[in-house]
């Protein structure tokens, strides 16, 4: 029993040491063992563990050109690909596919998305008519009817809106507002006056000259077009929150009647734009509107009249083109690639285009085509033993959290709760969405996707003022991922994370827990970390913390960080710290791990 122990732990240490790096390495065949040949043995462990357990890993596995990193992650994700590379291939060459089926609609949109031929010769003819659109603004009315327009297919930019649960009454499903308007991926970006973000800022500038470009306009007025987008959404980030700011829950919960919106932005048609978005009733609207950032939408009011109508113009052309870019013929496809993928992301060389083309049809048919990947790569026997691992992990948790001893009994009692509420998805949603109204077909991409895409938002606005959908989620079935809805108190684990090298349910128990055993610890803190923790069992913006139990010190922190044998600092530490960082989410995930370590050793099994 004791050899048990020792190799149940020295697995799980190994395989979570490296587990964030990305490094695990497991065979597929049934049974197998960790690869041993991927630790660098010539190092002490005691001295460089890091290097010990990832060494050949890393030696044997450049970074590939197309990818800006590479971990077991990208390899799953690879794999995966490869699966539904067949499902598509299958279905765009179908002759005897049913009408309207979503394989019907699947094959379609793959088929024109691979039919380069096509897009070469098409040019920018697939934007001409919405390009005369814009052109054909005459008034601030036009401007804000050609914006709703655009918004209906997912462009146009000025701000996010979406529908969403009421973070204070998860019940309900309600209308989002949210700052946008910009196009890099943070305010800092436009704002940091140092080295590497003025280059950033003048590549951006160059990029959007280069599309102009591509639009027909000479250089002069491209470079004169960039400056003017660039005003315009530094103007928006000036206005808009940080990341950082965003992490409060309640920074960014603003209820708000119609009429209040309204208020808040005279000078922006609410009717236009929800009139174009089948939002016109205003029952719709009966039990509020979230409002992100107030200050954010102050300022965009004052730039509806402010900025120019020409530069509102560009502003739309600049929208419509860059959305469109990665979707259009290959001149449009290299200078979102140089842009987006290699200044920002440092990714050498595009992905074979059967990559980028399935990337394309999951944007916007994504869970019907997880629906047939979960069908090749997904048995109930995986999910059965999945949810008892997750059972497990919960129930390692829940016995550190009972004899805690910092923690006063009413704050101790509502976490036990919130545990105890916790809803477990595994693999694939129960209810898929119906997309039987879509139509496609074989004569334009960018048609195809547009019209995907004012399906879809339709979808998401059907749910305004209906009972929230238990059974939604937020990620597709062949997604290599997982994640915690604080507003659904739940933690989901689809399909496609659930594959070697982090889960084979005909594998060795301590290969499990070191591969999603780390997943399913990282979700279930979440429930509990800087922004989870403002969240109840119920999926509500409610504190159920004493006052006493809320404060923490730094010095406390510190020492949680500094001593890992001091489980119930660790446990304050994990349920209380206003985190900063990506990085001490994962450490709340290792000091899990750790608890779960404890219960192995003390009954000799999981």
């Given at each position: 029993?004791?050899?048990?122990?020792?190799?149940?732990?020295?697995?799980?240490?190994?395989?979570?040491?490296?587990?964030?790096?990305?490094?695990?390495?497991?065979?597929?065949k049934?049974?197998s063992?960790?690869?041993?040949?991927?630790?660098?043995?010539?190092?002490?462990?005691?001295?460089?563990?890091?290097?010990?357990?990832?060494?050949?890993?890393?030696?044997?596995?450049?970074?590939?050109?197309?990818?800006?990193?590479?971990?077991?992650?990208?390899?799953?994700?690879?794999?995966?690909?490869?699966?539904?590379?067949?499902?598509l291939?299958?279905?765009?060459?179908?002759?005897?596919?049913?009408?309207?089926?979503?394989?019907?609609?699947?094959?379609?949109?793959y088929?024109?998305?691979?039919?380069?031929?096509?897009?070469?010769?098409?040019?920018?003819?697939?934007?001409?008519?919405?390009?005369?659109?814009?052109?054909?603004?005459?008034?601030?009315?036009?401007?804000?009817?050609?914006?709703?327009?655009?918004?209906?297919?997912?462009?146009?930019?000025?701000?996010?809106?979406?529908?969403?649960?009421?973070?204070?009454?998860?019940?309900?499903?309600?209308?989002?507002?949210?700052?946008?308007?910009?196009?890099?991926?943070?305010?800092?970006?436009?704002?940091?006056e140092?080295?590497?973000?003025?280059?950033?800022?003048?590549?951006?500038?160059?990029?959007?000259?280069?599309?102009?470009?591509?639009?027909?306009?000479?250089?002069?007025?491209?470079?004169?077009?960039?400056?003017?987008?660039?005003?315009?959404?530094?103007?928006?980030?000036?206005?808009?929150?940080?990341?950082?700011?965003?992490?409060?829950?309640?920074?960014?919960?603003?209820?708000?009647?119609?009429?209040e919106?309204?208020?808040?932005?005279?000078?922006?048609?609410?009717?236009?734009?929800?009139?174009?978005?089948?939002?016109?009733?205003?029952?719709?609207?009966?039990?509020?509107?979230?409002?992100?950032?107030?200050?954010?939408?102050?300022?965009?009011?004052?730039?509806?009249?402010?900025?120019?109508?020409d530069?509102?113009?560009?502003?739309?052309?600049?929208?419509?083109?860059?959305?469109?870019s990665?979707?259009?013929?290959?001149?449009?496809?290299?200078?979102?690639?140089?842009?987006?993928?290699?200044?920002?992301?440092?990714?050498?060389?595009?992905?074979?285009?059967?990559?980028?083309?399935?990337?394309?049809?999951?944007?916007?048919?994504?869970?019907?085509?997880?629906?047939?990947?979960?069908?090749?790569?997904?048995?109930?026997?995986?999910?059965?033993?999945?949810?008892?691992?997750?059972?497990?992990?919960?129930?390692?948790?829940?016995?550190?959290?009972?004899?805690?001893?910092?923690?006063?009994?009413?704050?101790?009692?509502?976490?036990l709760?919130?545990?105890s509420?916790?809803?477990?998805?595994?693999?694939?949603?129960?209810?898929w969405?119906?997309?039987?109204?879509?139509?496609?077909?074989?004569?334009?991409?960018?048609e195809?996707?547009?019209?995907?895409?004012?399906?879809?938002?339709?979808?998401?606005?059907?749910?305004?003022?209906?009972?929230?959908?238990k059974?939604?989620?937020?990620?597709?079935?062949?997604?290599?991922?997982?994640?915690?809805?604080?507003?659904?108190?739940?933690?989901?684990?689809?399909?496609?994370?659930?594959?070697?090298p982090?889960?084979?349910?005909?594998?060795?128990?301590?290969?499990?827990?070191?591969?999603?055993?780390?997943?399913?610890?990282?979700?279930?803190?979440?429930?509990?970390?800087?922004?989870?923790?403002?969240?109840?069992?119920?999926?509500?913006?409610?504190?159920?913390?004493?006052?006493?139990?809320?404060?923490?010190?730094?010095?406390?922190?510190?020492?949680?960080?500094?001593?890992?044998?001091?489980?119930?600092?660790?446990?304050?530490?994990?349920?209380?710290?206003?985190?900063?960082?990506?990085?001490?989410?994962?450490?709340?995930?290792?000091?899990?791990l750790?608890?779960?370590?404890?219960?192995?050793?003390?009954?000799?099994?999981?």
């Amino acid at each position: 029993m004791m050899t048990k122990i020792k190799k149940i732990y020295f697995i799980i240490i190994v395989l979570f040491s490296i587990f964030w790096s990305g490094t695990v390495r497991l065979q597929v065949k049934t049974g197998s063992a960790l690869d041993l040949n991927d630790l660098n043995t010539t190092v002490d462990p005691n001295v460089d563990f890091y290097e010990y357990s990832n060494g050949n890993w890393l030696k044997n596995n450049p970074i590939p050109p197309e990818y800006s990193s590479w971990s077991s992650w990208s390899e799953i994700r690879n794999e995966n690909k490869e699966i539904l590379k067949k499902i598509l291939e299958s279905a765009s060459k179908d002759k005897n596919v049913s009408q309207g089926s979503n394989r019907k609609k699947l094959g379609d949109l793959y088929y024109m998305a691979m039919d380069t031929v096509t897009l070469e010769k098409e040019g920018i003819s697939p934007l001409k008519n919405d390009l005369a659109k814009i052109d054909a603004i005459g008034s601030r009315e036009d401007f804000l009817k050609v914006f709703a327009y655009m918004k209906s297919f997912g462009s146009g930019g000025l701000f996010r809106l979406s529908a969403g649960q009421d973070d204070k009454n998860s019940n309900n499903v309600i209308l989002n507002l949210f700052q946008g308007g910009t196009s890099l991926p943070e305010k800092d970006y436009y704002l940091k006056e140092d080295e590497k973000s003025k280059k950033v800022r003048s590549q951006y500038a160059e990029f959007i000259t280069n599309i102009f470009a591509l639009l027909g306009y000479d250089k002069n007025a491209s470079l004169k077009n960039a400056q003017r987008i660039i005003d315009i959404e530094t103007r928006f980030a000036k206005a808009s929150m940080g990341r950082v700011e965003m992490r409060e829950p309640e920074a960014t919960y603003h209820m708000m009647t119609l009429d209040e919106v309204k208020s808040l932005t005279p000078d922006f048609s609410w009717d236009i734009l929800f009139g174009e978005l089948g939002l016109a009733d205003r029952s719709l609207f009966d039990k509020g509107i979230i409002v992100g950032q107030p200050e954010f939408f102050k300022e965009l009011n004052r730039m509806i009249s402010d900025v120019s109508l020409d530069d509102w113009k560009i502003y739309l052309k600049w929208n419509l083109a860059r959305s469109a870019s990665n979707k259009l013929n290959s001149a449009f496809e290299d200078e979102n690639f140089n842009f987006n993928s290699k200044v920002l992301r440092g990714t050498e060389q595009k992905d074979l285009r059967w990559k980028r083309s399935i990337d394309i049809v999951e944007s916007v048919m994504g869970e019907p085509l997880g629906k047939l990947f979960a069908e090749e790569r997904f048995s109930p026997d995986t999910k059965t033993k999945a949810l008892v691992m997750v059972e497990n992990i919960k129930t390692a948790f829940r016995e550190r959290l009972k004899v805690n001893e910092w923690m006063s009994e009413a704050t101790k009692k509502e976490a036990l709760k919130k545990l105890s509420l916790f809803t477990v998805k595994i693999g694939y949603t129960d209810k898929w969405k119906d997309y039987s109204g879509l139509q496609t077909d074989r004569n334009s991409l960018y048609e195809n996707l547009k019209n995907a895409a004012v399906y879809n938002l339709k979808l998401n606005f059907d749910k305004i003022g209906k009972p929230v959908n238990k059974d939604e989620w937020f990620i597709t079935p062949q997604t290599v991922n997982a994640y915690y809805s604080a507003s659904k108190n739940e933690i989901v684990f689809p399909a496609g994370i659930m594959q070697p090298p982090f889960f084979d349910p005909d594998a060795d128990d301590a290969l499990n827990y070191g591969g999603i055993g780390a997943v399913i610890a990282h979700e279930i803190t979440h429930g509990f970390d800087d922004q989870g923790r403002k969240f109840d069992g119920e999926g509500n913006l409610k504190d159920w913390w004493t006052e006493s139990d809320s404060k923490i010190s730094k010095s406390a922190l510190t020492n949680s960080l500094s001593n890992t044998a001091d489980m119930s600092q660790l446990i304050r530490f994990i349920l209380t710290v206003n985190l900063r960082s990506v990085k001490i989410l994962r450490i709340s995930a290792e000091r899990l791990l750790l608890m779960m370590l404890c219960r192995i050793h003390s009954k000799g099994k999981i």
